[in-house]
T-cell receptor
Framework: NAGVMQNPRHLVRRRGQEARLRCSPM?????VYWYRQLPEEGLKFMVY????????ESGMPKERFSAEFPKEGPSILRIQQVVRGDSAAYFC???????????FGPGTRLTVT | KQEVTQIPAALSVPEGENLVLNCSFT??????LQWFRQDPGKGLTSLLL?????REQTSGRLNASLDKSSGRSTLYIAASQPGDSATYLC?????????FGKGTKLTVNP
């Protein structure tokens, strides 16, 4: 049973470009969570999704950020018009149902130049 | 507001020493308490998960305890090894999301 998959592992974007981060949950898991880890900061919750539904997006910045978890395919975290402050590690986690143990992916490290 | 605090922020010990990492949380409506390990530039590895109905969990040289009444958890590492060097994160699980502390950076010197 493969773990949580994230791709790409490293992503470099110039200011103003779009970044798309993908997350495939563990098999049998229908709950996906996104977290962001800024340099020298702790992990912060961004959004919680179930298939085709956003359950809690209280940690998402109000502008430029969006997330989806379609019926088929991976969850996508999309950042439009990236700025240098978006440079961070973005982690995805999944669970079979909430609130059970969350299993984390290896993360995507976004660098905005 | 849910907050998780970890003390100390950094710890350096000689190999073989037993040590304790501390975590405190503010929300008494806790579902679970999870300890993770993070190596530099890497993802999170789950170490131990304590459900709210439990008092402790053990895995090998690791033991984690949970005291909901005082809002505290401890991670005990026995006979530390250089390979234990990493950042240890404590997280409080609510109904939907995890709230993390900033971590304790552990260095075990040979």
């Amino acid at each position: 049973n493969a773990g949580v998959m994230q791709n790409p592992r490293h992503l470099v974007r110039r200011r103003g470009q779009e970044a798309r981060l993908r997350c495939s949950p563990m098999k049998g898991h229908s709950h996906v969570y996104w977290y962001r880890q800024l340099p020298e900061e702790g992990l912060k919750f961004m959004v919680y999704l179930q298939k085709e539904n956003i359950i809690d997006e209280s940690g998402m910045p109000k502008e430029r950020f969006s997330a989806e978890f379609p019926k088929e395919g991976p969850s996508i975290l999309r950042i439009q018009q990236v700025v240098r402050g978006d440079s961070a590690a973005y982690f995805c986690a999944s669970s079979p149902e909430g609130p059970y143990e969350q299993y984390f992916g290896p993360g995507t490290r976004l660098t905005v130049t | 507001k849910q907050e998780v605090t970890q003390i100390p922020a950094a710890l350096s010990v000689p190999e073989g020493e037993n040590l304790v990492l501390n975590c405190s949380f503010t929300d008494s409506a806790i579902y679970n308490l999870q300890w993770f390990r993070q190596d530099p530039g890497k993802g999170l590895t789950s170490l131990l998960l304590i459900q709210s109905s439990q008092r402790e969990q053990t895995s090998g040289r690791l033991n984690a305890s949970l005291d909901k009444s005082s809002g505290r958890s401890t991670l005990y590492i026995a006979a530390s090894q250089p390979g234990d060097s990493a950042t240890y994160l404590c997280s409080q699980g609510g109904s939907e999301k995890l709230v993390f502390g900033k971590g304790t950076k552990l260095t075990v010197n040979p």
